[in-house]
């Protein structure tokens, strides 16, 4: 509950930055509604929300049961940051290692790093980022003609 | 009925079933894979009809856009990511039912539901294009608006757990579509003087983005290197008995016509597009069911809304384009192109003038549905050998395709970031207890709904008229009992598990 209100709160601020941000909007007088109209009314209506959704959470905080935490399977976080760190920097290597190097990398990297991590299974890795890489641009770039990045490398 | 069964012969050569059946595995895997758009599946397919004969063409890409309206069911049902638009709700019902051990029935209740309920939108097709098509084009800026409130008034039955975090989601979804040029003037705002966000941010890299990653994230949470993607049983079989499933969906009448005529009147209705179809049709389903808190679970109802509705679509949207040449999307606008490069123009005329290929076209229509069918039962048996390879196998490479599929939506790596922004913010907003279908919803509907707000408005500033022109105050009184039925079956829901829990209180 306590993680509703900082939300909450966050979403405040980040309706109020907005609604600031919107009026920098040039407005044209010939048109009834400028620019800013719009995405002040939604932001207005968010922010609403974020009142309600404060209050929610403040009632049942005060309510609260201390009703014993379900017995369930622990998330594994630590799997899930070093998937998103590997593919943020796969995004990241797109514009400076081109699209074959960049891709490679990463199918290597996060098929390593999420699966079994044995030796053993290496050379099926390295086949499947080889296989990957190839196959997306024999696909896009040659049938396809889309013009994968390209960078450094290639 | 002659010209139809003419034409039907004319399709049946074998060079043109070949074609359609060529069509219709390019729109099959276009939509299977998440990141490959029907849109570019059909662009790819428009050179090679050049050559043929204009029946012969205008079938092929017809069998496109069949099967790639459907295409996607199988990812949304097998891998919880939506291939297209089209099947966003499929994913609500289809994943939860293959992850309970039934993909096979999961996968063609989707199938079959897609064919009958795409079939059925051929009829109005053929009896009535004009007129329905009128009626349409009849539509003002207040229709319009009030018909995308009446839309996104799903929001409030597409909320979870929690009903203000369903709203939450779904009016972010709106704010996101403010971010980029003005509709009206285009004024940038909120783009911070970031040339790409002139544009605003592109749907397709927030679709895959927010259901794409964020699944794939949330699938690594729970498996350890090695075990296979959350999604569907490695031993599963997608064997099923297809009378059994053809039997359910046609002991589901109401519901089968309903998303039907749903599907089929948003298709009619120039650039609203498919993916309101699909989610409204769920939404009804959902909204008339005597049991709603067991949609998201696994349930056919909702399943067989999703798919019907998204095939009738298509009806609806070729109705509009045939009669009008107005195209209902993108993908319409591309077989626009293609009937009048083989010389064509379409138009109220078009029917009476144009005989043999207007008929042909329904024909076609027609015939795509059950080769539709066949493909999809050729290619299952493929797409369960993919999705049960394990995950540190999979997760990379349906990551390379949504990548590569983001960037190649107009060749720019911000495409790629969009995709891992609202990734990371999927992730984030489910483990937060926000849901996620609300704000798709909200990116869907918010340009369409500031657009024709500003529209009428500047046409005549009486608000009033929202409420006194008949269609436009129907819709906004249907938006209303909408959202207001929804909360009180959110309410009943409540109470009743409130009571159950009492009970068993009692009884222990």
């Known amino acids: 509950m306590r993680r509703d209100i900082g939300l909450g709160l966050g979403l405040l601020v980040f309706c109020g930055f907005m609604y600031w941000q919107a009026g920098l909007a040039p407005a044209n007088p010939f048109v009834p509604y400028g620019p800013a109209f719009y995405p002040r009314v939604i932001l207005l209506v968010l922010a609403g929300l974020a009142v309600w959704m404060i209050w929610e959470a403040w009632a049942q905080k005060r309510k609260a049961a201390a009703a014993a935490p379900g017995v369930s399977q622990v998330p594994d976080y630590r799997r899930v940051m070093l998937g998103f760190a590997i593919f943020l920097g796969y995004v990241g290597a797109l514009s400076i290692l081109g699209f074959l190097a960049a891709t490679f990398l990463f199918v290597l990297s996060l098929s390593w790093a999420i699966g079994p991590r044995r030796m053993a299974e290496l050379p099926k890795l390295v086949a499947l980022a080889v296989g990957t890489t190839a196959g997306t641009f024999l696909l896009f770039e040659k049938y396809l003609h889309v013009f994968l990045p390209r960078g450094w490398l290639f | 009925m002659e010209h139809l069964l003419t034409a039907l012969q004319a399709l049946l050569q074998p060079g043109t079933l070949f074609a359609m059946t060529a069509g219709t595995v390019a729109g099959v895997v276009g939509g299977a894979i998440p990141g490959i758009t029907v849109t570019m599946a059909i662009i790819l397919t428009l050179p090679f009809t050049f050559g043929m004969p204009p029946l012969q063409g205008l079938a092929t890409m017809i069998a496109v856009f069949v099967g790639g309206s459907s295409g996607g069911l199988i990812s949304a049902c097998l891998i919880g990511i939506p291939g297209t638009p089209t099947t966003i709700a499929t994913t609500f019902d289809g994943f939860p039912m293959s992850r309970k051990g039934e993909p096979g029935r999961a996968v063609w209740l989707g199938i079959w539901a897609a064919c009958i309920g795409g079939a059925l939108s051929g009829i109005p097709l053929v009896i009535g294009a004009t007129q329905l098509a009128l009626l349409a084009v009849n539509f003002g800026p207040w229709e319009y608006f009030s018909l ?361």
Request: charged share 10%; proline share 5%.
């Open chain 2, 148 to 508: 995308f409130i009446l839309t996104l008034s799903i929001v409030a039955s597409l909320a979870e757990q929690s009903f203000v975090k369903g709203l939450i989601a779904g009016t972010f979804g709106l704010f996101v579509t403010c971010v980029g040029s003005d509709p009206m003037m285009a004024v940038p705002r909120l783009t911070f003087g970031w040339e790409f966000l002139r544009t605003g941010f592109p749907f397709l890299p927030i679709l895959i983005g927010l259901f794409g990653l964020s699944q794939i994230m949330r699938d690594l949470e729970k498996t350890r290197g090695g075990q296979a993607a959350g999604g569907v049983d490695a031993n599963a079989s997608l064997t099923v008995s297809h009378l059994a499933i053809i039997r359910e969906i046609f002991a589901q009448p109401v519901n089968l016509i309903r998303s039907t005529l749903i599907g089929l009147w948003i298709g009619i209705l120039p650039a609203v597009g498919g993916s309101a179809a699909n989610i409204l049709a769920y939404d009804q389903a959902k909204k008339a069911s005597k049991y709603p808190e067991r949609f998201g679970t696994g349930i056919s109802d909702g399943i067989i809304a999703s798919e019907s509705a998204a095939n009738a679509n298509c009806g609806g949207s070729l109705i509009t384009m045939m009669a009008f040449g107005i195209p209902g999307d993108a993908v319409t606008a591309v077989m626009l192109g293609a009937l009048i490069i083989h010389g064509i123009q379409p138009g109220p005329l078009f029917v009476t003038t144009n005989a043999p290929i207007a008929y042909g076209m329904f024909a076609a229509y027609f015939l795509a549905h059950p080769l539709m069918v066949l493909v999809e039962w050729a290619m299952l048996r493929y797409a369960l050998r993919v999705v049960t390879l394990p995950l540190h196998i999979l997760a990379p490479v349906i990551l390379v395709l949504c990548v590569v599929g983001a960037f190649a939506l107009n060749n720019i790596v911000e495409n790629v970031w969009t995709f891992a922004l609202f990734g990371v913010l999927g992730y984030l907003m489910v483990k937060t207890g926000f849901p996620l279908a609300p704000m798709i919803l909200g990116v869907v509907l918010g340009d369409q709904i500031e657009t024709n707000y500003i529209r009428a408005m500047m046409t005549d500033g009486d608000w009033l008229l929202f409420f006194t022109r008949p269609a436009s105050g129907v819709m906004l009184a249907l938006g209303a009992l909408s959202f207001g039925y929804a909360l009180w079956q959110r309410r009943r829901a409540a109470q009743r598990a409130a009571a159950a829990e009492a009970e068993g209180e009692v009884e222990f």
